[in-house]
């Protein structure tokens, strides 16, 4: 098996990615109906037609548009399944999936409607899909810091149900500094800590993230390479980076894949991640990630047996666990 097919045929861990971003033309325009929401689009076609961003802003407006048709658990459910059912085709074996609670609460729907709805799902999955799977809530940087405290002591009650917490939205003027003490308190509560940095970003932002967030994982990270300080102590720590090509790709980050880093960035050590990013939005699922750059970057198998493994290293699952999955990944990669 050559290394795109083995990229296809791997078990793989997905880390990036909003569930918000799955949310396809198709069960938008669905869901709209069934909710009676009014879309700016008069059909699935003009609302793809939209699909081209210049930067990850422009991304974002139209993105948010998209989720205003989500009010009930049962679109939250409805969505997430349709996603895991996706990611169980690109063989993800475990999902860590961001949710953006603040894009819900401003639009009157409850907190218990989000969480509620995300989590039937993930429980689905494991049943009728074998996936493990854990959530991840997002607070919007564009918002101030008293704002996420506020979503952070709604969301409380339903603590068993998420694992960690995350910062997105737009990146640039609003660096890691801002949410210094709700990233403090999420830590003493035991929650695992990620953020998006250096997507549009500088390095700084990345070491904001790192020593003032004390994250566990950085999202996207690519700025890395203009720094070389920066990816000295990545290869030193492993701190791990969930990058996502495609995304890269359809906002500008990156002008061409094979201008991309990821190679760079992982034959220097780091442990970096394949993700999808918001899949509905970008031009695919994890296996479209993971194709595309194997071969804009020929990438070989030990390459892909790497980002495999790295998925599984940077995951949030036990020892036990982890070395079950990484036994999986050997064992495949070994047969094909
Ligand atoms: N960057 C920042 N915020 C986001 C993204 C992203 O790629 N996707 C959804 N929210
Ligand atoms: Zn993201």
Not at 139 to 147: I, S, T, V
Not at 290 to 303: G, H, I, P, S, Y
Request: glycine residues 6%.
């Amino acid at each position: 098996m050559n290394a795109v097919e083995l990229a296809r045929f791997i078990p793989k861990a997905e880390l990036h990615i909003h569930i918000e971003g799955s949310l396809e033309p198709e069960l938008i325009f669905e869901l709209a109906r069934r909710n009676g929401v009014a879309l700016a689009y008069p059909s699935i076609e003009a609302l793809r037609a939209a699909y081209a961003f210049t930067d990850l802003q422009s991304f974002l407006d139209i993105y948010y548009a998209g989720a205003s048709v989500l009010l009930h658990p049962q679109d939250f459910h409805d969505m997430a399944w349709a996603y895991f059912r996706r990611a169980h085709a690109d063989n993800v074996v475990h999902a860590e999936i961001f949710f953006d609670p603040q894009t819900h609460t401003a639009r009157g729907v409850p907190i218990a409607s989000v969480i509620e709805g995300l989590a039937g799902a993930c429980r689905r999955a494991r049943e009728e899909l074998g996936i493990s799977s854990a959530l991840i809530l997002c607070f919007l940087r564009h918002l101030g810091e008293d704002d996420a405290f506020a979503t952070l002591d709604a969301a409380l009650p339903w603590r068993e149900h998420f694992i960690g917490v995350g910062l997105d939205s737009s990146e640039v003027g609003h660096p890691p500094e801002k949410f210094e003490r709700v990233f403090a308190r999420c830590r003493e509560l035991g929650l695992r800590v990620v953020a998006h940095a250096g997507e549009e970003g500088p390095p700084e932002y990345m070491w904001q993230a790192i020593d003032l967030l004390k994250v566990d994982r950085i999202d996207h990270g690519v700025a890395s390479v203009q720094d070389p300080l920066l990816m000295a102590e990545l290869a030193h720590t492993r701190l791990p980076l969930t990058v996502c090509p495609l995304s890269n790709l359809k906002l500008c980050v990156v002008r061409d894949l094979r201008e991309h880093p990821l190679k760079t960035m992982l034959d220097a050590g780091l442990c970096v991640t394949i993700n999808s990013d918001d899949p509905a939005y970008f031009g695919g699922y994890m296996n479209a990630n993971f194709v595309q750059t194997t071969e804009a970057l020929q990438l070989t198998r030990e390459d892909v047996i790497a980002l495999a493994k790295n998925s599984f290293e940077a995951s949030f699952i036990d020892a036990a666990q982890r070395q079950a999955f990484v036994a999986e990944v050997n064992r495949v990669a070994a047969a094909a």
